[in-house]
């Protein structure tokens, strides 16, 4: 999405809130089964996984985010085809595939729930991509309509001011019918413009990351809500891990060459104000006040090389747009042969980076060295939920079966701005290929310092299996 919003919601939306207190919007609890304290069985062996590793030692380092996992059980409404019983529902494969479509478009409306709703406006979050739903039950709501039960189980990301010493119960709200929701968000039949979500993307594509049934004017009851209570349970966080700084600063396949590939995005287009091309601008002149030395300057191209001893770092900089063929073709070359990969820009709700688009944009397969130690870094919005398992399935092998080992994700948890960008990029940076060595908690804090009062709840991913030194 439009990566130099979403930081500012917080601030956009704290004026756009009416006075509706959540009771005044939200079903009543009784009509979801409890989900605090319930065991939902059937957790994924790869979550299974996840969990019982995050439980030993952590996998994950944020300095003012936490990772946990949260689990429920909810429902949703959907419209029964003509000739279709509400019993027979999930019998049906068919339409089990299509009930699941619906279950998660209902679910995508959580990016909108933990950003511009009441309690979360301070205290954003973000669910991950990779969550698992079980379909329980489904039995006629009248009307033509199934309400489906369902339960959920995730690992998430939220600002660590939610939680306190521990756990955090959380109530939050989703539509009963994600297909019609958007249609109710309109006055009058002549309106023109929704009142349930943002003003500038008012569009039913973007509705699910904008929309907020608490804006004056938003026609939305609690007729048309389903609320949801759940606790987070804090997953434990790394401390004292490192990057892989042998092998960054070894044969790392580039010789005695720290190759560094940092794409920036443009915000519209390639001229004199674009916050891209600021972005872009400033970190050049930034990399050269920490030491770096310029050896291509112009306009879309730059080049810098550090001499850190015996280890030269070389880094290519490339201004694109990155909905276009040439971003996918650098983004897959940057991956396939970089030793830090940084992209900083919009993330398209996902699209952007994902690596089905890169592969067919670029007519190139998107296959990652198995063997070779890499930092990814996304600086845009909500990657953490678009980019962290997708990247990390690439490298996986019989003897690395999560892609840890030799790959390490830096993620933000809600939008990262323009405006600090440069900034952001430049810790990294700075911190990763100059000789400096800091842990992986170091560079984090460092990071978040550089984001001032613009934080994105940037983390890194994949270091519990790091070592524990320089």
Known sequence: MKKFILPLLPLLFTQAVSAAEFKDLAVKASEVREAAAA?????????????????????????????????????????????????????SPAQKKKVREIVDLQLQHMYGAFTTHPGFVDNPG?????????????????????????????????????????????????????????????????????????????TEGDFWYFWNPYQEGCPLTGADLVAVRTTLVPVPMTAGTYPEYAKLYGDNGNGDVLQVSYLVGIDENFQNGD????????????????????????????????????????????????????????AVRGMKTADIFLYDGHSGLGGYLD????????????????KKYQVFIFQGCSTYAYYNTAYFNLKRTSADPKGTKNLDIVTTGIGAAFEVGAKVDVSLLTSLATGRRPSWQTVMNNVRKAEGADSALSHVNGDEDNPRNP
């Not at 091309?277 to 291509?296: E, K, S, Y």
Request: proline content about 6%; hydrophobic content about 40%; overall charge neutral.
């Open 275 to 330: 916050l891209g091309r600021t972005t872009f601008n400033n970190a050049f002149a930034l990399l050269q006040a920490a030491g770096f030395r310029a050896t291509v300057n112009e306009a879309r191209r730059k080049q810098l090389v550090f001499n850190a001893g015996s280890k030269k770092t070389h880094v290519q900089m490339l201004l694109l747009d990155p909905d276009s063929a040439e971003f996918a073709v650098e």
């Open 355 to 370: 690596p089905a688009r890169l592969t067919e944009d670029s007519g190139r397969p998107l296959a990652l060295p198995l």
């Open 126 to 202: 973000i669910p991950s991509g990779d969550y698992k739903v079980e379909l329980l039950s489904s039995e006629s709501a009248g009307s033509g309509y199934a309400k489906v039960l369902y339960s959920y189980d995730d690992l998430v990301v939220f600002s660590s001011k939610l939680f306190g010493n521990g756990s955090a119960t959380i109530d939050f709200v989703l539509p009963k019918d994600p297909v019609t929701v958007y249609s109710k968000g309109f006055p009058t039949p002549q309106s023109r413009v929704n009142r349930c979500t943002d003003a500038h993307y008012n």
């Open 39 to 91: 065991a939902i069985p059937g957790v994924t062996p790869e979550l299974s996984e996840i969990l019982a590793d995050s439980n030993k030692d952590g996998r994950w380092y944020g300095a003012d985010s936490r990772k946990a996992r949260m689990r429920f059980e909810t429902y949703v409404l959907y419209a029964l085809p003509a000739g279709q019983s509400a019993a027979g529902l999930l019998a």
